[in-house]
Nanobody, 132 residues
Framework: QVQLVESGGGSVQVGGSLKLSCAVSGYNDSFYKYCLAWFRQAPGREREGVANIRAGITTYYADLAKGRFTISQDNAKATLYLQMNSLKPDDTGMYYC????????????????????????WGQGTQVTVSS
């Protein structure tokens, strides 16, 4: 049974930092073969991609994340991370990790994977609240 479990959310003030984690389990194939991503959704707004990563090496960031957020993964721990700095009230929302299977990860660019909604497995989310 595939599971993605997020943690690390919380309440911070403007300018603060948080580091989100996503523990992944249940895949038959090696963890590094999957493309992983962070998405977020604020109340009343559509879900949007934040950042994604392939094999722990190649990354892509949405404009909202560039210069402030860093996506990374630990293959030995099968865990995905999102370091978020300089947080703003607009960053408030539920943050989700997601995974795409190797056969899709191997042939799509990370940018296209956001655009084509290629992520198939999802966690339950962790809440981030940024207050001024």
């Amino acid at each position: 049974q595939v599971q993605l479990v997020e943690s690390g959310g919380g309440s911070v003030q403007v300018g603060g930092s948080l580091k989100l984690s996503c523990a992944v389990s249940g895949y038959n194939d090696s963890f590094y073969k999957y493309c992983l991503a962070w998405f977020r959704q604020a109340p009343g707004r559509e879900r949007e991609g934040v950042a994604n990563i392939r094999a722990g090496i190649t990354t892509y960031y949405a404009d909202l994340a560039k210069g402030r957020f860093t996506i990374s993964q630990d293959n030995a721990k099968a865990t995905l991370y999102l370091q978020m700095n300089s947080l703003k009230p607009d960053d408030t929302g539920m943050y989700y990790c997601a995974a795409a299977p190797p056969e899709i990860c191997a042939v799509q660019t990370l940018r296209d994977m956001f655009a084509k909604a290629e992520y198939k497995d999802w966690g339950q989310g962790t809440q981030v609240t940024v207050s001024s």
